[in-house]
């Protein structure tokens, strides 16, 4: 999902202050699993390669996300993570650590590949969680893929977050 700045600004401003109203009640965020997802494994950042178990999808397009939880502050998160802003917004001090070479895999067929260089625009955020997609493929119904990702960036101070690779189906009007 393309996300304009100004809804990235809104959207970083509200998951705020929704997970300062749910410290400040006392309560825990709602984090059930999102129905959407075809794969959400627990990764490591460090330089290395990662791949997912082998799994079914519908024919709909799908995102390759890495997830963090909110264990840093935002900016430092965001920043980090390589998050890419419009000019004039606040730029990052920080230097982005994830950067990838994704392949999607159907048993020894290259479906699809890309490289992600460390900056984007297109995210999703939840009250739990931050997101940043590092590719996009389109699944065949019945068909059964496995994501193969190279992290070629040491992003191992992001381990702190509890990272995860995910694979979710790309919906128009996720928000």
Not at 128 to 150: D, M, N, P, Q, W
Not at 152 to 158: A, E, S, V
């Amino acid at each position: 999902m393309k996300w304009n700045y100004r809804s990235l600004a809104f959207c970083v401003l509200c998951v705020g202050l929704c997970v300062l109203t749910a410290l400040a009640d006392g309560k825990t965020p709602n984090c059930s699993p999102d129905p959407r997802l075809s794969v959400d494994m627990p990764i490591s950042l460090a330089i290395g390669t990662v791949r997912t178990p082998e799994f079914p999808v519908k024919h709909k397009p799908y995102d390759i996300d890495i997830r963090a939880q909110w264990n840093l502050p935002t900016d430092e998160l965001k920043c980090r993570m390589g998050f890419e802003l419009s000019p004039g917004y606040p730029q990052c001090r920080l230097e982005p650590l994830i950067e990838a070479d994704w392949t999607v895999w159907e048993g020894d067929h290259v479906v699809a590949h890309g490289l992600d260089k460390g900056k984007s625009g297109d995210f999703e955020a939840g009250a739990c969680y931050l997101a940043r997609t590092i590719g996009t493929f389109a699944g065949e119904s019945k068909h059964k893929y496995v994501v193969e990702v190279k992290l070629t960036k040491d992003g191992t101070p992001l381990n702190v977050t509890n990272p995860r690779i995910v694979v979710i189906i790309v919906t128009e009007n996720a928000f």
